[in-house]
């Protein structure tokens, strides 16, 4: 079990440019959650899968953001027609059943746009 | 609603020294609650977690937590702080319900002085 992995982990993109995040988790972790990161902030939910489904989503998740999660596994989080506000670091974390369960946290993918 | 204060968003410790870092959370239910801790440019790492059951938590690397439901409080502290403490730390509440996902609060970067 090498943890949960995020690609890339680092992007520069022109604004108005769409990007794709790859998150893929622990592989038995049936749940998924993508956060994003500011500076000197702490990470703010953005949405939530258990298995393929996306049982809830962040009203910080504009139109503009989608993330899917075919067959339960890999998750992906597009940003279409980037800002400069959505600069910011973007990360996954996965997690076992139960509610008291630890959530186990990707590297983040640090977001550039310019 | 839930939410997390955590008071000080900068804290400094000489080397061997007592670390206190402060956090109240809001909840209209029970919560969960976490201490992570976050090193530059990486993701979040578990410390220690409160679900049931003794309110005293221990953690990793020497930290401890104490539940204490009639502050609505779960500080984090440790009796000796080392230069490999110097990080980000949050705090997190999550609910039994629904996403089941962290609320963080907004940090404390703690700074170890040698």
């Known amino acids: 079990d090498t943890g949960v992995s995020q690609d890339p982990r680092h992007k520069i993109t022109k604004r108005g440019q769409n990007v794709t995040f790859r998150c893929d988790p622990i592989?038995?972790?049936?749940?998924l959650y993508w956060y994003r990161q500011t500076l000197g902030q702490g990470p703010e939910f953005l949405t939530y899968?258990?298995?393929?489904?996306?049982?809830?989503k962040s009203r910080l998740l504009s139109d503009r953001f989608s993330a899917e999660r075919p067959k339960g596994s890999f998750s992906t989080l597009e940003i279409q027609r980037t800002e400069q506000g959505d600069s910011a670091m973007y990360l996954c974390a996965s997690r076992g059943m139960g509610f008291g369960t630890e959530a186990f946290f990707g590297q983040g993918t640090r977001l550039t746009v310019v | 609603a839930q939410s997390v204060t955590q008071l000080g968003s900068h804290v400094s410790v000489s080397e061997g020294a007592l670390v206190l870092l402060r956090c109240n959370y809001s909840?209209?239910?029970?919560?969960?609650l976490f201490w992570y801790v976050q090193y530059p440019n990486q993701g979040l790492q578990l410390l220690l977690k409160y679900t049931t059951g003794a309110t005293l938590v221990k953690g990793i690397n020497g930290f401890e937590a104490e539940f204490k439901k009639s502050e609505t409080s779960f500080h984090l502290t440790k009796p000796s702080a080392h230069m490999s403490d110097a990080a980000e730390y949050f705090c997190?509440?999550?609910?039994?319900?629904?996403?089941?996902?962290?609320?963080f609060g907004t940090g404390t970067r703690l700074t170890v002085i040698p």
């Open positions: 899968f258990q298995n393929e489904a996306q049982l809830e």
């Open positions: 909840s209209s239910v029970p919560p969960y």
């Open positions: 592989s038995e972790h049936n749940r």
């Open positions: 997190a509440v999550s609910l039994q319900t629904g996403a089941n996902n962290l609320f």
